[in-house]
């Protein structure tokens, strides 16, 4: 440990990823008693994917990028763990922090563990209860392991209570992802990404779909796609694509059916920004990612939850989303019963308030306090 100062070594490696690590970084430099080094493993490597976000949400640029790309979860689990090794070694931090839930955030983990460098889990304690998702497998796995595990929501408290996780290693300290949404809202109201794609405001549905158990399946696929194409009488869909998903409805022959609904658009992948913008002016979103859960939460817009499970349950319980299965009845079914859903009661989950990431840096900042003070 520097004079006064915490070494912390902050790790990002996908798109989700991002939108949480920003308002920490920003954070931990305003306490001026944290030093940083940003490692980005690079799992996602693609231009919209990566750099822009780092511009629309004004992160420093990475100090290292581990350009590991795309593998297997093991093969690259396995290349971000040889590649931070040396990071680690050479930088010496005090603290190892991981966000989220990807290949990045458990690899990452375990060579800090390994090396003797605390680890605090930003996120911990989501649980889907479902261990054929890889996300799943890596928050256990992380979670067992970190020293301290920063929690987003009231779940995530039972959760690791019942993992006979110490009381001592957990805090509740909000969603940091929130944080990113309300620095970056008055923003996002300037992108033309509505005019652009000549939509009209709250006369459109939003559209991400990348979990295996949804794009993987040609028989799932096709129902999802039976839904949409029923949705698109009503109003346009916008389907930014992720490039897993664009492969995978090649590979499985729906190109042309994907084409043959003309209510569908399917641009590039956007930036944060423009994003942001068209889930804000949304009639309703259609998705199968935790993150899009939480920001229609907070941005008041039904969402429509493509799985048989989630993470996010404060979503459900406090928000606007609701769980429904990935076939063309459930999703239909769903679509139909929103007008009797009104989103206005909507309420907003606890800390879920824009300073998450300021109080990870109190606790840093109070850790250190107490290491001076017993020196």
Known sequence: MAENRLKIVCVCGARPNFMKIAPLMEAFAETGKI????????????????????????????????????????????????????????????WVVVVGDVNSTIACALVAVKLGVKVAHVEAGLRSYDREMPEEINRLLTDAISDLLLVSDASGLESLKREGIP??????????????????????????????????????????????????QRETLSEILDAFETIGRDMPLVFPMHPRTRKNIAALGLGDRLQAISALKTPEPLGYLDFLRLMSEAALVLTDSGGVQEETTILKVPCLTLRNNTERPATITEGTNQLVKPTRESILGAYRDLANRPTDSARTPKYWDGRAAQRIAEV?????ARTQKAL
């Open 364 to 368: 840093f900042v109070g850790a250190l």
């Open 35 to 94: 030093e940083t080094l940003l490692v980005h493993t690079g799992q996602h490597y693609d231009e919209k994917m990566s750099k822009l976000f780092f511009s629309d949400l004004e992160i420093p640029q990475p100090d290292v990028n581990l350009e590991v790309g795309s593998a297997s979860h093991a093969v690259q689990t396995a290349e971000i763990m040889k590649a931070f090794e040396p990071i680690v070694l050479q930088f010496k931090p005090d």
């Open 167 to 216: 009381d001592a290693k957990v805090i509740y300290v909000g969603n940091v992802m929130i944080d990113t949404l309300m620095k970056h809202r008055e923003r996002a109201k300037q992108s033309k990404i509505i005019e652009q794609l000549g939509l009209t405001p709250k006369k459109y549905a939003v559209v991400t779909l990348h979990r295996p158990s949804n794009v993987d």
